[in-house]
């Protein structure tokens, strides 16, 4: 479901499916808050792979989000394609996920 | 609308020649065959594209037929797809090691390829007739109790007419939900809202969220206040309240009506863009909202439109469910192409008919993939 690299700062994780969606929602947030349990506070979700997210898959996303800020990090995300980043701007998603379309070398570059 | 949907059966085996056979009987059928030739290919293909029912053989290379069952009873999102084995290995120990890890049946290699085709159409019917008794009885239970998430009709006025369109999700009720509320003082609140999930867990919460909903307004209508932004921001400091809520985020369009003039106040949460019609120019325009989805964050950020409808014009509000759509097993979702769509219809003199024959037909049943819900508002 997810790939997981640490990159100086902060932890990239790719989701390896092409659609996000119910069926996968549950395992993404298992696995993701797996990984921020163990301290990794700071975190950019790879978008690259996916074709489709659906609104369950968002939830979980902001979920994680929520999750993140109160260990007092934060949560990017990367490679959203052409339909998805216009769903997080209609949406207003892009007020809450700073959205790259480059990685950063560290996850304090992200945020200024 | 009744859908009948094409049965998807996956095909598990590394025998070609059982491909050749059961797959071609399959598909004149009516069936579609989706085919693995290894467990792992099977694995790589389910998350994407989950069939009605898995036919799998037991001897395969590298992972056989059993630790198959085993790694997609870990998934919980792949464990409850309906699990066969079709295999030659027909020793009574085999059989029950199979249906020990959930397997419906354990259909021999030796059987007749007609008569196994006829097998797993029967259990997939079983299977379908018992979820079809299951919403049912739930159904009639809400019936009964009187939970309810969209009105039986609109609200009958002589300023305007308004309607709506709800569509479930093959058969299952969804997260959306749609009411009118009027004042005494001539105005009346149009309230469209998606609970962000699928199915019957969307459905549940769609009642928690709509009694919110309707009881902040009904108290604001009270107090005297009616301000879009001022309610949408009141209704999410209380929801963010509710701990029962967990992680369930909502979108919510509301929109505050003066009969008389026309007059209209818009606050959105995290919902699509409206499209306002304008007679005069015969135009179509989006209007917008800042507000963030409801329960996402204690300042969501919620903002007030106000403008005038004018005779002839006229807005739709609709939830993602008519923006999403699975063509040929991808699903994508397309706002702009949606809008590109029904605008046409805006420039009719019979709009919501119009609208209905583009929206509610088999063809755009089949292709969704959520419920899916359209306010109309017209100045008559």
């Known amino acids: ?112 | 609308m009744a859908i009948k949907k094409i049965k998807k059966i996956m095909l598990v085996d590394d025998d070609k020649v059982i491909h050749a056979l059961l797959s071609r009987l399959l598909i004149q059928k009516n069936f579609e065959c989706v085919s693995a030739y290894s467990a792992k290919e099977a694995m790589e293909i389910l998350d994407d594209n989950p069939p009605d029912i898995i036919l799998s053989d037991y001897m395969m290379p590298e992972m056989d037929g059993f630790a198959f069952r085993k790694e997609l009873m870990e998934k919980p999102n792949l464990r409850d797809i309906p699990f066969v084995f079709l295999t030659s290995v027909s020793d009574n120990i085999s059989a029950a090691k199979g249906l020990e890890l959930l397997a419906l049946d354990y259909i021999d290699k030796n059987t007749p390829m007609p008569l196994v085709v006829s097998k797993l159409d029967n259990i997939i019917e079983s299977i379908q007739k018992k979820h079809e008794q299951a919403l049912f009885e739930i159904g009639a239970a809400a019936k009964a109790l009187n939970l309810r998430s969209v009105p039986d009709h609109a609200p009958v006025n002589d300023f305007f007419k308004f309607d709506f369109i709800y569509e479930t999700f093959e058969n299952y009720p969804g997260g959306d939900f749609i009411d009118y509320i009027s004042t005494e003082n001539g105005q009346i609140f149009i309230i469209m809202g998606d609970v962000m999930g699928k199915k019957w867990g969307a459905w549940f919460f769609s009642f928690n969220f709509l009694s919110y909903i309707r009881s902040a307004i009904r108290l604001c209508i009270y107090d005297g206040e009616l301000s879009t932004e001022t309610i949408v921001q009141k209704i999410n400091s209380v929801l963010l309240k509710d701990p029962m809520l967990k992680d369930i985020l909502c979108t919510l369009s509301v929109l505050l009506l003066d009969e008389q003039s026309g007059r209209l106040l818009y606050t959105g949460a995290g919902d699509l863009p409206l499209l306002l019609y304008r007679e005069e120019t015969r135009t179509v325009e989006k209007i917008t909202s800042s507000g963030l989805l409801l329960r996402m964050l204690p300042d969501g950020f919620y903002d007030q439109t106000e403008f005038c409808l004018n005779r002839g014009d006229k807005i739709l509000a609709f939830t993602d469910g008519m923006t999403d759509s699975n063509v040929k097993g991808i699903a994508k979702t397309n706002y702009n192409q949606f809008v590109e769509w029904v605008s046409p219809c805006l420039q009719t003199s019979d709009t919501f008919n119009e609208l209905k024959c583009l929206l509610v037909t088999e063809e755009t049943a089949l292709s969704s993939i959520d419920d899916r819900s359209l306010i109309y508002i017209e100045r008559l």
Do not use: W
């Not at chain 1, 260990?71 to 216009?86: K, S, T, Y």
């Open chain 1, 1 to 112: 479901m997810i790939e997981v690299q640490y990159i100086n700062d902060y932890t990239l994780i790719t989701i390896s499916d092409s659609q996000a969606n119910l069926q996968n929602a549950e395992m993404f947030r298992i696995e993701v808050l797996k990984v921020l349990d163990t301290g990794n506070k700071n975190l950019i979700i790879d978008f690259s792979n996916v074709a489709y997210v659906d609104s369950t898959f968002l939830s979980v996303l902001v979920a994680i989000l929520k999750a993140a800020m109160k260990e007092g990090g934060d949560v990017a995300v990367f490679g959203l394609n052409e339909d998805i980043a216009h769903l997080f701007s209609i949406i207003r998603l892009d007020k809450a996920f700073k959205i790259h379309t480059i990685l950063p070398d560290n996850f304090s570059d992200i945020k200024s």
